[in-house]
């Protein structure tokens, strides 16, 4: 039995994160950026990593599926009104990332260090502190 479109969109609003309110917005850019820069550690060590180093492992196709899902958050970034300077420099984080990323060897070594999905998490969440305040969540 097909749902109307006013009963997907009821469902989407109802599931926690699926909204386009900037709290489901920021939910999901935290959530993406933990899955791509800290999801995983380093045997042994504190350091993390995340799917954006292990996906850069493959040459090209690797690059270019972390640059898209770094370019999810700058959409994301766009959909919440940002500035375009802030845009612009969401958008070079992700290009300097996936230009060295695609370089061998070395930049699978900068992957784990140019984390441009974190610095592009910090100016969403910087705007979201300013002009969204009840998205806010107390860190511990």
């Known amino acids: 039995m097909p749902i109307s479109q006013e009963q997907f969109a009821q469902i989407a609003k109802d599931i926690p994160g699926m909204g386009n309110d900037p709290q489901a917005v920021r939910m999901r850019v935290e959530a993406l950026e933990k899955l791509l820069e800290r999801a995983f550690y380093v045997p042994g060590t504190k350091i993390p990593f995340g799917l954006d180093s292990i996906i850069g492992l493959v040459p090209v196709l690797g690059d270019l599926i972390t640059a898209a899902m770094g370019a999810y958050m700058v959409w994301e970034a766009r959909n919440l009104g940002m500035s375009k300077w802030q845009l612009i420099r969401m958008t070079a984080n992700v290009g300097i ?10 930049g ?7 984390r441009s999905n974190t610095k592009n998490l910090r100016i969403i969440k910087k705007h979201l502190d300013k002009h969204h305040p009840g998205t806010r969540i107390i860190e511990g």
């Open 108 to 114: 699978d070594a900068f992957d784990l260090v140019w």
């Open 97 to 106: 990332d996936t230009a060295i990323g695609a370089i061998p060897i070395v």
